[in-house]
């Protein structure tokens, strides 16, 4: 189009808007937008200045044509929106009647809300319904779809910083580089050593951080699908969707743009743009959606774009290409939210820019987030209340019993596939490989049921039955690569190795031919690739079992079938062998939890007696043979009663001995494999055998016993009365007992709240604590807890503080409480108070200026917590903005750092900003500077003003200055890498 073309259109626009022409200044503006021209450019072939183009006429121009045109316009969207203006008067001209065609030239806004109605409506259908990957507990109807909102639990995520963006490859010099294998290992025990001190954080701020952007990784079953789904149907217009659960306004017409990276590079032919197009057309039968339907969201900034599955594009190349087609597209529609996805392996942390795209990695469920899911759970499909508590409780405890099931059920679709079984089974199976068992079972059925490509539709020699015998020798191969050091994820294989491993098990297995095994190899590995199951796809040409316990489980039966053929050695061999090795200590302990009498007893006499080394000091092997009794092998005690009794002896023994005698760690091994005892058959046994050494043991630690072997009523009767011991060491340790035994009834909660009253400090301060995590939030425990707010002891007031912040009740007088807590004598009790006023999400204008009065505490601590707590409130007034100029210039460097952290993420581009950052440039700390680059970086992306002030600031630099942290800040505005 021509300019004078587009001159034309705009002047009229203006003219019937506010009835006057555009002035010689506003058309060289445009005409220097309209060729892509930045401000500096334009002011260098004009003799205007820079600051009359960008703050006395450019502002004022966007804005009027924003008003003429009925929709936002700025530098970055005038060409789009002229084009999409044009192409609309073209059609309006072509109309038979003019009076129809002058008003169809735009689509109203109620069209626009119409057609997006029924978008959201088809979307929802598509993402709402939760199908458990096709889950079909065996013997068992397939279960049933479940409404998302119904059962979902929101994740946290950590910030990974730039020092675990480069995949460090350890003793890459002993590494050939013809050994991918062994590279791929060193990577993978990389990422599991990487540093975890990011900041945690749930996951739903990462769409209120100011960069708008984030890549969020996370391991198979981590829950990545199901978060973006849920973000999209909480902007889906529908009865269950609510934006504020994401951070967004209330009644806010956003638009949730979803794509799964691997359909859409399906479609090579079409951008994203068009793509987004193609799939409201052809999959959710949106056939006359407006020309422009999509830019009218985008170009407002009212898209939230949630991209998933990077690591799914099958080759380097192309997954290169989809970035950069990515980066071009955000760069385009800056405004709007985004969120990718990848998993760990196989993702470049080069594909992305840490500043421009805030990294962030899925954390694995907590106990109180595995227990909001169980609640939920049974919430939504048992229909009887009191049916439905019970089963919570009975799964609440089989975890609580059990670490290693606990360990799975911290990943989101293994829980699921434990509630499944819990559900169907009433109770969770007590030996731990009997649930392994049935959960492969669960993975493996997922294949078949319910998808559109069945198994034997696919693969010409291998049969369903062959599955579980294949991946069992698999599993065993893949675990005698070595360790990956990841206690989680399985060990990733390289494709060529597992095609090669493949086939020669297909060959012994169906005696074809070795060109046959490998062509079946390879239709099996692209079945894997294109179906979620036991064994999957983990980044480009990467292999691995979706948990590392799945891999442990199927080595550990394919070392118990070479034993049922007939190598009655090969159990003993392996513990002869592999005994006390970390990776091989869950192979083992599934092996004799499967063995009965006389061959259990022979495997664990064999440990007991393994004479390893260090073991009059370590007693390794009397606590693994401990370990082994845990598994509770069928009929072991009756086989071999005298083993069993040696080593309950040796066991109790370390658990009286003085730990400063035999080592903290040791004592402390034993006393959770004593604890694990309970519901085995050696339970009674072991009680009795503490009962007996009552006089060396503490009497909270004993009654802790108590409840862990079967006596859990008469052990919190026994700690209540503790609760009343002279010895205030005894009241404090039996109140934290209670909280970790997690019983909430009233009559515990009423002996705490007595001993919020103790005359002991340490008392009161536990009796806090406990309250805090029992989450009561009835109006005695608010008050009892407010009351210690006043506490002459400054440790009872910070605790006290924390348990409010915990317990979620903001009323009134908790949020007085702990607005006079920011005024405290002690640093500490300031910090927690302002704390727990954002824990509580109160952002009131008191709440406000109580953090800002924390801006000048004498504590630089406090000072920087208390920056960092604005933000998080998303506080970007005035007020706020000038308390943390101010911070600038403070004496102690990491408040200067993170005020200037703040401000880069506040959006506030105002010249007291700019100025006070490029200030900060020269800061006598390289860290200081660097993020005040960074933050200038970031503002300049948002908001166009900053790039000429940082570039005048660059010439006027002296040769001696360091301007490298202001090049870094140009550099992220003007390349974005």
Request: hydrophobic content about 40%.
């Amino acid at each position: 189009m021509k300019f004078e073309t587009v001159l034309q259109l705009v002047d009229d626009a203006v003219f019937q808007y506010e009835g006057r022409h555009l002035s010689d200044v506003e058309s060289f503006i445009l005409q220097g937008v309209w060729e892509g021209l930045t401000y500096e450019e334009m002011q260098q072939k004009s003799q205007y200045s820079f600051n009359y183009l960008t703050r006395d006429v450019g502002p004022a121009l966007w804005k009027v044509l924003s008003q003429a045109f009925g929709e936002k316009v700025s530098k970055a969207n005038f060409r789009s929106v002229i084009q999409r203006l044009a192409v609309n008067q073209e059609k309006a001209a072509t109309s038979d009647d003019k009076s129809q065609a002058s008003a169809s030239n735009y689509v109203t806004n109620a069209e626009l809300n119409a057609y997006r109605k029924e978008y959201l409506r088809q979307l929802t259908q598509r993402i709402d319904d939760v199908k458990f990957v096709g889950i079909a507990v065996p013997g068992e109807e397939v279960e049933k779809q479940e409404q998302l909102a119904q059962i979902f639990v929101m994740p946290t995520v950590q910030a990974e910083s730039r020092s675990t963006s480069v995949t460090q490859v350890e003793d890459e010099s002993d590494l050939e580089p013809a050994d991918p294998q062994q590279r791929l290992l060193a990577e993978q025990r990389s990422w599991a050593k990487r540093d975890r001190s990011g900041r945690k954080l749930p996951a739903q701020q990462v769409l209120s951080q100011s960069k708008n952007k984030a890549v969020l990784l996370g391991a198979p079953g981590s829950g990545k699908t199901t978060l973006l789904s849920y973000f999209a149907l909480m902007l889906g217009n529908q009865a269950q969707s609510d934006p504020t659960q994401i951070g967004f306004e209330a009644g806010a017409d956003w638009l949730p743009l979803v794509v799964r990276i691997r359909d859409w590079v399906l479609q090579p032919k079409l951008g994203l743009l068009a793509y987004l197009r193609w799939y409201a057309e052809d999959s959710l039968s949106m056939k006359h959606l407006p020309q422009d339907f999509f830019e009218h969201w985008l170009e407002r900034g009212r898209a939230l774009i949630l991209l998933d599955g990077l690591d799914e594009v099958a080759d380097e190349a192309q997954q290169r290409k989809t970035v950069e087609q990515i980066e071009t597209f955000l760069a385009q529609y800056d405004a709007n939210p985004a969120v990718i996805t990848s998993r760990p392996a196989g993702y470049r942390w080069d594909f992305f820019n840490l500043e421009a795209f805030p990294h962030y990695t899925l954390e694995p469920f907590d106990d109180d987030q595995i227990k909001a899911f169980i609640e939920h759970w049974y919430d939504s499909r048992v229909p009887d209340k009191a049916q439905a508590e019970r089963r919570k409780a009975d799964l609440q405890k089989a975890l609580k019993g059990n670490d290693r099931i606990r360990q799975l059920a911290k990943n989101p679709l293994l829980l699921t596939i434990i509630v499944l079984i819990h559900r169907y089974q009433a109770e969770l199976p007590r030996q731990r490989y009997k649930l392994y068992e049935k959960a492969v079972e669960t993975l493996l059925t997922s294949w078949d049921s319910g998808k559109e490509i069945k198994l034997y539709e696919v693969l010409q020699y291998l049969k369903p039955d062959d599955l579980l015998y294949v991946l069992k020798k698999l599993a065993y191969w893949i675990h005698a690569q070595g360790s990956a050091e990841d206690a989680e994820g399985g060990t990733l294989i390289e494709q060529a190795e597992l095609l090669k491993q493949l086939s020669q098990e297909i060959c012994r297995l169906k005696n074809c031919k070795k060109h046959e095994a490998k062509k079946e190899a390879e239709r099996f590995v692209d079945f894997v690739q294109r179906r979620t199951g036991l064994l999957n796809e983990q980044g480009r040409a990467r292999y691995a079992f979706v948990h590392k316990t799945f891999q442990e489980y199927l080595t550990a039966e394919e070392i118990y079938d070479q034993f049922e053929e007939g190598e009655d050695e090969i159990i003993l061999q392996h513990i002869r062998q592999y005994l006390h090795q970390q990776h091989w200590r869950e192979v083992l302990l599934l092996l004799v939890s499967k063995l009965k009498k006389k061959r259990a007893a022979e495997a664990i006499r064999g440990i007991y007696q393994a004479g390893s080394a260090y073991e009059p000091w370590l007693h390794r092997d009397l606590l693994f043979a401990g370990w082994c009794l845990t598994e509770d092998s069928q009929g072991l005690k009756g086989a071999d009663g005298e083993l069993v009794a040696e080593i309950l002896d040796g066991l109790v023994s370390l658990e009286v001995s003085d730990w400063q005698q035999i080592g903290s760690k040791v004592r402390s091994e034993a006393a959770k494999i004593l604890h694990r005892l309970g519901e085995t058959a050696m339970e009674a046994d072991a009680w009795a055998r503490l009962q007996a050494q009552a006089d060396k043991i503490h009497p909270v630690r004993l009654a802790e016993f108590q409840a862990s072997l079967g006596q859990e009523p008469e052990a919190i009767a026994q700690l209540l009365s503790l609760l009343k011991d002279e010895d205030a060491s005894v009241r404090s340790r039996a109140a934290e007992a209670l909280v970790n035994l997690g019983n909430a009834s009233s009559a515990v909660v009423q002996a705490l709240l007595s001993l919020l009253k103790d005359e002991a400090s340490d008392v009161r301060y536990r009796a806090a604590a406990a309250l805090g995590n029992l989450s009561n939030a009835s109006s005695a425990v608010v008050q009892g807890l407010l009351s210690l707010l006043k506490d002459e002891d400054s440790d009872v007031r910070s605790r006290a503080a924390a348990a409010l912040g915990n317990l979620g009740n903001a009323s009134s007088a908790v949020v007085q409480g702990l607005l006079s807590l920011l005024k405290d004598e002690d640093s500490d009790v300031r910090y927690r108070a302002a704390a727990s006023l954002v824990n509580l999400g109160n952002a009131s204008s008191a709440v406000v200026q109580g953090l800002l009065s924390l801006l000048k505490d004498e504590d630089a601590s406090v000072r920087s917590r208390a920056a960092e707590a604005l933000v998080n409130l998303g506080n970007a007034s005035l007020a706020v903005v000038q308390g943390l100029l101010d911070l600038l210039q403070d004496p102690q460097d990491y408040v200067r750092f993170r005020a200037a952290h703040s401000l880069g993420n506040l959006g506030n581009a105002s010249s007291e900003v700019v100025q006070g950052l490029l200030g900060l440039l020269q800061d006598p700390q390289a860290y200081v500077c660097s993020r005040a680059a960074a933050a200038l970086g970031n503002l300049g992306k948002r908001d166009e003003t900053v790039l000429p002030v940082l570039v005048q600031w660059l010439k006027q630099c002296a040769p001696e200055d360091s301007a490298g942290d202001g090049v870094d800040a140009l550099w992220a505005i003007v390349v974005g890498e």
